[in-house]
């Protein structure tokens, strides 16, 4: 009742009325315009134990203008799996305070992926510990992780978090079926990586979480991370990849040194950065 009471008669496009002793649409009104019998919407918002279908939901939501986090909320009402949340907002919503938010969390790297694992901003840790922006390097986290052989061969836990990772990936394509971005990249790192079709067929799938990660640096040796993957409610496009350093190591220390002005000289005489 509060969502109808929003939306006007002129908002939903109907003519102009006599008097109303309330504001916004009438229940009537509201299933005329998502094409549902009136008696079957009264029942609905009286949250009787009808059967509803997403396709009914959904036009009811269009005439309310529901917000994303409201339809879904309403698919729980209804008994029914939410659909998979989508972005309200245009592709610059957030970036900035984002990238503010993973530039504070120097000296630890972190990076920030769209919905396909592209890298689209990163901190300056990340790009020197995780060659995020390196010439030659895939934008791509997943294509990375299996092409760029820096990488591979400074990773100690490679072999033991690929599978892992194919199968975190997995979870994400899963939850898009259809989507042509993802077959585009299954079928692009098909093409050049035999230990990623390996792991593709095994078909594990994961939900993201912590990922454990041991880096050997040339220049202050090794170094010990948990990996998190963060999700923005507002942004679901996007995820935050966060590094911290695992205690009982002096990965921290190391880390201050490489970002530091000296690390940085460093850096610019290292081979292969």
Not at 40 to 57: A, H, T
Not at 167 to 191: H, I, K, M, T
Not at 213 to 219: A, F, G, V
Request: a neutral charge; aromatic letters at 8%; glycine letters at 8%.
């Amino acid at each position: 009742m509060s969502r109808r009471a929003r939306v006007s008669p002129a908002e939903a496009g109907l003519p102009a009325g006599g008097r109303r002793r309330t504001p916004g649409l009438r229940r009537e009104e509201v299933a005329v315009l998502a094409g549902v019998g009136a008696s079957w919407y009264q029942w609905l918002e009286q949250g009787r134990d009808i059967s509803v279908s997403p396709q009914v939901l959904d036009a009811v939501g269009r005439v309310l203008r529901l917000r994303d986090a409201e339809l879904r909320h309403l698919y729980v009402l209804a008994g029914l799996n939410p659909p998979l949340p989508r972005a309200e907002y245009g592709a610059d919503h957030l970036r900035d305070g984002l990238q503010r938010l993973i530039d504070g969390w120097m000296p630890f790297p972190a990076h920030i992926m769209d919905v396909y694992w592209n890298s689209i901003a990163f901190n300056e840790a990340a790009k020197l510990v995780l060659r995020h922006g390196r010439p030659g390097v895939s934008s791509n986290c997943l294509i990375a992780f299996f092409t760029d052989s820096v990488y591979r061969a400074r990773a100690l836990s490679w072999e033991r978090n690929a599978p892992v990772v194919v199968a975190q990936f997995r979870a994400a394509y899963a939850q898009r079926p259809g989507d042509e971005g993802f077959e585009a990249l299954v079928d692009e790192l098909s093409s050049v990586s035999e230990d990623f079709v390996r792991l593709w067929a095994l078909r594990d799938i994961e939900d993201s979480g912590q990922i454990h990660k041991e880096l050997e640096h040339p220049l202050v040796g090794t170094l010990h991370f948990e990996s998190t993957k963060l999700r923005v409610p507002a942004r679901p496009d996007l995820s935050i990849a966060m590094h911290n350093p695992l205690p009982d190591s002096d990965t921290a220390a190391k880390m201050e040194w490489l970002t530091s002005p000296e690390g940085r000289r460093g850096h610019m005489y290292s081979v292969a950065g």
